[in-house]
T-cell receptor
Framework: KNQVEQSPQSLIILEGKNCTLQCNYTVSPFSNLRWYKQDTGRGPVSLTIMTFSENTKSNGRYTATLDADTKQSSLHITASQLSDSASYICVVILSGTYKYIFGTGTRLKVLA | DADVTQTPRNRITKTGKRIMLECSQTKGHDRMYWYRQDPGLGLRLIYYSFDVKDINKGEISDGYSVSRQAQAKFSLSLESAIPNQTALYFC??????????????????FGEGSRLTVL
């Protein structure tokens, strides 16, 4: 069964600290993986895309990694800010059918 | 203006009423989607459309119907709303086209959401 699992479900950190969110997937055949940020009451917005051949990609303070062998991805947030408080959703696209498989997200709260 | 616009943003209705959620996009994308989001369950696909004449059921289509009036417009209807349809609904478009998927395509562009409460 194609599944995307994210951990932790929720996380609270202090402003300025770093954190890492995890995404494990059992999706095949794999096309690419995206991390989305969803602010409360808003639609998700893409942060970064990881293709099969990419290991690491950065977008400002956000760094995503992908290990295609272990089918794991992570999103590392450096020097967190209050505005990072949001849900982070991992989404995998199936090659061929182009179906999107969503994780349930990690809810991050950054405290001052 | 937002690339993907949903109306209404908030709606409270009663059981048995017919509700329509509308979505319009200026992205020029062929593919459009309706998702439902419930706490702890993530986003679930209700219906999707690859073009005006191609409409498909998603994983939770029961109780919903859709209409693709034009490339830019995709509406979701609840013919007879029930309380367990209370949720946050999102319309999205995709930059995928045809059968080819390029390495950096497949991004979903979401609207701001329509919060529906059925009493």
């Amino acid at each position: 069964k194609n599944q995307v699992e994210q951990s932790p479900q929720s996380l609270i950190i202090l402003e300025g600290k770093n954190c890492t969110l995890q995404c494990n997937y059992t999706v095949s055949p794999f096309s690419n993986l995206r991390w989305y940020k969803q602010d409360t009451g808003r639609g998700p917005v893409s942060l970064t895309i990881m293709t099969f051949s990419e290991n690491t990609k950065s977008n400002g303070r956000y760094t995503a990694t992908l290990d295609a062998d272990t089918k794991q991805s992570s999103l590392h947030i450096t020097a967190s800010q209050l505005s990072d408080s949001a849900s982070y959703i991992c989404v995998v696209i199936l090659s061929g059918t182009y179906k999107y498989i969503f994780g349930t997200g990690t809810r991050l709260k950054v405290l001052a | 203006d937002a690339d993907v616009t949903q109306t209404p943003r908030n709606r409270i209705t009663k059981t048995g009423k017919r509700i329509m959620l509308e979505c319009s996009q200026t992205k020029g994308h062929d593919r459009m989607y309706w998702y439902r989001q419930d706490p702890g369950l993530g986003l679930r696909l209700i219906y999707y459309s690859f073009d005006v004449k191609d409409i498909n059921k998603g994983e939770i289509s029961d109780g919903y119907s859709v209409s693709r009036q034009a490339q830019a417009k995709f509406s979701l209807s609840l013919e007879s709303a029930i309380p367990n349809q209370t949720a946050l609904y999102f319309c999205a478009t995709s930059d995928l086209s045809g059968l080819a998927i390029k390495p950096n395509t497949g991004e979903l562009f979401f609207g701001e959401g329509s919060r529906l409460t059925v009493l």
